[in-house]
């Protein structure tokens, strides 16, 4: 059986194509019946699994068919053809293919793809804040390497290649050196510190001891604000000082490898470890991994309370005091950030970035639910009823 997976590339960040089938490309004189159409996932995936997912389906040929110009695919290709013992792994473009690949697909065929509008720019700088901060989503698994940061451009070729196969397939490398010409078989997206418009590592991010952050924290948790002046958009290292447990990232000194910018934690003194051995001494470290919905809603506050710039800017979470007592949680419970800007209250829907201005029988509501003490509520205001919340949840649910 013969593996297909349609893909396009954009500033090399592999994206699925998921409105073409089969039949919009393959040559005429081709039985679709040999072949499989494959949707995987290239951002939760490592180069690894993809290995043993082939092996598993007994794939002989693997094709990626790439809608796009090829520029980091064909690196892929060799680099799994690497370490493939029971499939080979092919690609063709819209400008190149190969004698394999040629037999199934119609190249002209990819040309009249309408490709989708770019967000590759966006991703990259969303990823390259992850991997100074620290913040993922938590649907990337533990052992799994998203980023790696390298000090100087010469150590990129003397990782171990045990390192890059843990990798996701859509992972990142970040060179703190300028842009220069090279050139490399490393399957990365690589990112060096002038490479994008939109991030500079020192406009971006601040640095701040652990003290200094859990201060922040307590302030916040008394009043609800968040003193956004001088402020940037992101905390050096900031899932490591809380100990969240949420770091998918290496960063590789000229004196080893570490699990963190500021070089609190090292892992090898030898930047050629194994992955095993890597995995081995982060074993040893100490890992609180808690789960505190504070520490992980509060960047998002922090970038919140950047862009509105408001003197009088107060946060209703369930972490702060309002109107009700604050609480503890290990998640934050809502798609909701409510809170009030010059006398006015407002609500962000967040998966769909909208906010709508709200009243302050509204704001009572979704404190109260978030709090749980919704009876509290209640017994304290009569304009709160069943019928009130039933609706208002009924609202929130509609966006």
């Known amino acids: 059986m013969i593996g297909i997976t349609l ?42 699994d993809l290995l043993e997912y082939t092996e598993f389906q007994e794939y002989t040929d693997y094709i990626f068919v790439n809608f796009s110009k090829s520029k980091r695919v064909p690196k892929i290709i060799s ?15 819209i400008e190149d293919g190969g004698n394999f690949a040629d037999q199934y697909v119609d190249r002209t065929k990819l040309q009249n793809y309408e490709k989708k509008s ?16 620290g913040i993922y989503p938590r649907i990337f698994r ?20 045990s390192v890059y196969l843990n990798c996701a397939i859509n992972h990142g490398l970040y060179i703190d050196e300028l842009e220069k010409d090279w050139s490399s078989e490393i399957p990365s997206i690589i990112t060096f ?81 194994t992955f095993s051995e890597i995995e081995l001494a982060n074993s040893r470290l100490s890992h609180k991994n808690k789960k505190n919905g504070l ?51 407002f609500a962000l829907h967040v998966p769909s970035n909208r906010t709508f201005e709200v009243n302050q029988l509204f704001v009572e509501i979704f404190e109260a639910q978030i709090k749980e003490c919704i009876e509290l509520a209640k017994s304290k205001n009569g304009e709160i009823t069943d019928t009130v919340i039933e609706e208002q949840k009924e609202l929130m649910l509609s966006v």
């Open 7 to 48: 893909v396009e590339e954009s500033n090399h960040v592999l994206r699925n194509v998921e409105d073409a089938a089969l039949s919009d490309i393959v040559k005429e004189d081709v039985s679709i019946e040999e072949l499989s159409l494959d949707t995987y996932d290239f951002d939760t995936n490592t180069f690894l």
């Open 79 to 93: 680099f799994l053809n690497t370490f493939s013992e029971s499939t080979r792994f092919h690609s063709i473009s």
């Open 118 to 133: 770019d967000s590759s720019e966006l991703i990259l700088k969303n990823g390259l804040m992850a991997l100074f901060t």
């Open 142 to 161: 533990k052992n799994i390497i998203k980023h790696i940061y390298f000090e100087q451009l010469s150590d990129v070729e003397h990782l171990h290649s």
């Open 193 to 273: 510190k002038d490479s994008l418009q939109t991030f500079s590592k020192e406009s971006e991010l601040e640095e701040c001891s652990e003290k200094e952050l859990l201060k922040q924290l307590e302030n916040f948790q008394e009043n609800g604000t968040i003193a956004w002046q001088e402020r940037k958009n992101g905390i050096i290292d900031y899932a490591q000082m809380l100990s969240l447990g949420l770091e998918r990232r290496l960063f590789i000194y000229t004196d080893g490898i570490y699990l963190d910018y500021q070089r609190t934690s090292k892992l090898s003194s030898l930047i050629n470890s």
């Open 295 to 345: 520490y992980e809603v509060y960047p998002l506050l922090v970038s919140i309370a950047k862009s509105l710039e408001d003197m009088h800017l107060t946060f209703i979470t369930p972490f702060n005091k309002h109107r009700f007592d604050s609480i503890q949680l290990e998640n934050y419970p809502s798609e909701w950030i409510v809170f009030s800007a010059s006398d006015t209250y």
